[in-house]
């Protein structure tokens, strides 16, 4: 998709200041710090749209991105952070679990990951519960860049094996500075938002 016009156009803690236009949403999820920002600055093709943080835990409402007035992307809190206070944390399970479970306009789910790493335990039941809902999801491995090209095919195989995939069709390896990765994640966005139009 080319994109040229992008506009936060809520930022929402119950479904009641969810946007009414029905346009079709992709949420990005993960955990505090592990690219969400950077991957939809990328996606919009801007380089400081969506707010970067080095302070992890800083997004805390449901961000409405509205894409060309055709799709919203959903930036959802990151999870994980210890810092955050448990009443907090579980406000923001809430809110989160009311939007995914119960959002008509829904199409898909990105899930990001740290490629430099195995995916934690919060992203393993992330992912289970994602699984569990019967979501479309997307695995972004984030910060490939940071890691040696020969090294992909471990990192991949990890993932997969945490996360019980049946298979690798949905891992997405993705760099931000390099933007490897963006073509793919946009052809998946686009057969989950549109592919039944």
Do not use: C
Not at 71 to 78: A, I, K, M, R, T
Not at 107 to 122: F, K, N, Q
């Amino acid at each position: 998709m080319e994109v040229n016009h992008v506009e936060l156009v809520m930022s929402a803690v119950d479904p009641a200041q969810y946007p009414t236009t029905g346009y079709p949403e992709i949420a990005l999820v993960g955990r505090s710090n592990v690219g969400k920002s950077s991957l939809t600055n990328v996606l919009i093709n801007r380089n400081s749209y969506a707010r970067t943080s080095s302070q992890p835990g800083k997004t805390q409402t449901l961000n409405f991105y509205n894409v060309e007035d055709q799709l919203y992307f959903v930036d959802v809190p990151g999870y994980g952070y210890a810092k955050v206070s448990k009443t907090e944390r579980e406000k923001w399970g809430q809110m989160i679990e009311t939007y995914l479970t119960q959002r008509d306009q829904l199409r898909g789910v990105i899930s990001l990951v740290d490629a430099r790493h195995a995916p934690t335990e919060d992203d393993i039941q992330m992912y289970r519960w994602l699984a569990y809902y019967e979501l479309p999801t997307l695995i972004v491995a984030t910060k490939s860049d940071k890691i040696a090209r020969g090294k992909w095919n471990q990192a991949v195989s990890q993932i997969k094996k945490s996360l019980e995939l049946p298979n690798t069709d949905n891992i997405v390896m993705f760099s931000a500075p390099k933007k490897m990765g963006k073509d793919a994640v946009w052809n998946w966005i686009e057969a989950q938002a549109f592919g039944g139009e």
